[in-house]
């Protein structure tokens, strides 16, 4: 797709804001630790050259706005020795891409995510020291039909989605021309940012920290990360997430200790994971695991503030054979993510921070692909990985001239990384998006599986 890049610029606080290093929490330091992009889309009509200048400047004046506010986004990150990494908070900017192209915007169908999205989604030069990078990137595309699009790419060491999308919604709050409706809370002192292990305190058992389990015969991963992916947004309408749920939770009654119906995630999740099982082809006694991520805010005691702004997600681990998940009923895959959730409590949280405070290296638990390791985390064939968007505020996304038409992930291109969003289509109709990234070899017997199993 032919993109003309118009103009690249540094934004900026557009007051003083406190400058100094910013102590970030374990949380923030394992697992992805790169950026992460989504991508909104919005109608015309925005042909006129004068609106399109005014939105461009709408944008940048208010994301300066924003940063004032949001400050440790215009910083920059550092290593500091054993794969730990500091932010430095130096008001040194954002960067704000503008770009223009001649398609049009009913030429995208139905807006899934492809390869022609790497011209609408900022790139994040990795061979520059991480010292230099910008941990917030945007792009703004106009389309010659009037139409925009609207991207975002952002470190994941600093924030996660539920922070992220804070940030962009009083970013949008402030275009609009009205005040913050939730302060971010910066201080990550609250995960012990910073703190020395106390090593007296016990430990729980983290599985989640283990190595992923390997393809049978295999002593690494490198060769299956080399396999080519593809990307596929699945759609599930509410009458088959309500089959599933029935399926998961009458099968799956002896199993369920709670009481409780399975809910959307659990069993879409369950479903997920038994057709990549299948799709992948697998020995029955071959060993797979799920990470389920996990939001502790309301978990902790007493919970986290609102508006904390950081990374309090953290990933646990479902493990089984996939023999047993294939042939089970689906409520034993259901169990399985389910007993893996209940798991985190105020006391789980802190002592995976305290575990992680002991290691004398953090790079083992960091996925860093993208920076040209292959060590690390990694949930592609045999394992898989499901994130929910089902909680967070994805949509109606407007900077003053209306909602988006369409908004999802932006490109992304790990073996088993999927996620569940709630459909765009209508926020409320209980249907739901599955956003899945397999290899190529596996993925059309995947999606056969994933409706022929739906009875």
Known sequence: MAVSYKGSYTVKPVEPTWTGPLSLSEWDQIGTITHVPTIYFYQPPFQNRLIRDTIIRTLKDSLSCALVHFYPLAGRLRWIGQGRLELVCNAAGVQFIEAESQRKLDSFGDFSPSSEYEYLIPCVDYTVPIQELPLLLVQVTMFQCGGISLSFTISHAVVDGQSALHFISEWARIARGEPLAVSPFLDRKLLRAGDAP???RPLLDHNEFNHPPLLIGQT????????????AMIKLTKSQVDKLKNMATNDGKSLNSTGRPYSRYETVTAHIWRC?????????????????????????????????????????IAVSSSGEVISRPLGYAASKIRKAIMTVSDEYVRSGIEFLKRQPDLTKFQDLHALGGDDGPFYGN????????????????????????????????????SLILPSHDDDDDGSLVVALCLQVSHMEAFKNHFYQDII
């Open 220 to 231: 690494n991963n490198i060769e299956e990360r080399k396999k080519k992916t593809t990307v």
């Open 198 to 200: 106390a090593l007296s």
């Open 382 to 417: 045999p394992n898989i990985g499901v994130v929910s968007w089902l909680t967070l505020p994805m949509y109606g996304l407007d900077f003053g001239w209306g909602r988006e038409v369409y908004m999802g992930p932006g490109t992304h291109d790990f073996d088993g990384d």
């Open 276 to 316: 990549a099982c299948k799709a992948r082809g697998h020995k029955p006694e071959q060993p797979t695991a799920l990470g389920v991520c996990v939001d502790s805010r309301s978990r902790m005691q007493p919970p986290l503030p609102p508006g904390y702004f950081g990374n309090a997600t953290l990933d646990v």
